[in-house]
């Protein structure tokens, strides 16, 4: 009975063991992207385009007013991004995305958004979620997507330090809810976040935003509004830096 108890034991410890490692095999798998080819200069492709929504952020390295066009090209403008970028994570910098810089993207990805921001953190606060702006709920997530790459970046020039989320995607509602936002604001596409950051001074974060792609930012007061205006047909298409 004993022998007979014990080999059961060791059955379901070992089925345990393998449906925790098909469950994290299965996590890894469903929060990275599969690059299936080393990307350079002159690559082109829907991998190209994913790349250049991770490294958008990496646009110059002081406030320049230029972003990463998102076209599936690799041109140059990509190129000196993804140096950047490899620069900032300690990779050789020759803008050649193989698999140590492929890694390292993957490593800011993650199923409920990015390494250091969730989806939830830009709902609408009116409990609407991404619904009820002017585009619909999957063009937000996917806009949302993109901007928190570009935060990624922007946390990790000030130093690695968090950012709180005070506003990200509004519903029509919500905004019109708030004194004196724009009727046509920003928020209701997804395409633009209010942010702060202890310790960090607005004008520092104010600056990073500037050379991480956001073509609309100012400072609020009590935090730094950015957005990506000039980048989408339905977006305000002009610079706005006051």
Do not use: C
Request: net charge positive.
């Amino acid at each position: 009975m004993k022998k007979i108890f014990k080999k059961l034991v060791m059955v379901v410890g070992f089925t345990l063991l393998i449906t925790l490692a098909i469950t994290v095999i299965s996590t890894d798998e469903a929060s990275a992207y599969s690059w299936s080819r080393t990307l350079k200069e002159g690559s082109s492709g829907s991998d190209v385009r994913e790349l250049q929504i991770r490294v958008a952020g990496w646009a110059a390295d002081s406030p320049t007013r230029t972003y990463v066009a998102i076209d599936g090209q690799f041109g140059p403008g990509t190129k000196v991004a993804v140096m950047r970028f490899q620069r900032a994570y300690g990779l050789v910098a020759d803008g050649i995305v193989g698999p140590a810089t492929q890694a390292k993207l993957n490593d800011l990805e993650r199923s409920n958004g990015t390494k250091h921001f969730s989806y939830s953190e830009f709902y609408s606060k009116d409990g609407s979620g991404f619904s009820g702006g002017r585009v619909s709920s999957t063009t937000v997530r996917e806009n949302v997507r993109r901007m928190m790459y570009k935060l990624e970046a922007v946390r990790v020039k000030i130093g690695n330090k968090p950012i709180t989320v005070n506003s990200g995607f509004r519903s029509i509602s919500h905004n019109n809810s708030i004194p004196g936002s724009a009727s046509n604001s920003q928020h209701t596409y997804g395409i633009a976040a209010d942010i702060k950051s202890s310790g960090v001074s607005l004008t520092t974060l104010m600056n990073a935003a500037k050379s991480s792609g956001f073509s609309g930012v100012y400072n609020g007061g009590t935090f730094i509004h950015a957005d990506s205006r000039v980048e989408y047909s339905y977006g305000a298409q002009y610079w706005y830096w006051p």
